[in-house]
């Protein structure tokens, strides 16, 4: 995933921002959890890897649920 991610922001020609709805709704899923890590790590370098400019998380009741879920700095 983190491939195609890399390739289709490397071919646009402008800066892409990813949203994602109802996060409240999947913040309990591994999966989910794993593919924000994947965008944190991706982020962190930008300078190697394209990515997207930003990432929205929309639906978000209390960010501090969400918070509890994702990995600490310490845990990459």
């Not at 402008?14 to 593919?35: C, N, P, Q, T, Y």
């Not at 994947?38 to 929205?56: A, C, G, Q, Y």
């Amino acid at each position: 995933m983190g491939i195609f991610i890399s390739a289709l922001c490397s071919s646009m020609d402008k800066s892409a921002v990813l949203m994602i709805d109802e996060v409240d709704r999947v913040s309990g899923f591994d999966i989910f959890l794993k593919f924000l890590g994947m965008l944190h790590d991706k982020n962190l370098r930008r300078e190697e890897r394209p990515t997207f400019r930003s990432v929205i998380l929309t639906g978000v009741h209390d960010i501090k649920n969400l918070k509890l879920w994702v990995r600490s700095e310490d845990e990459h």
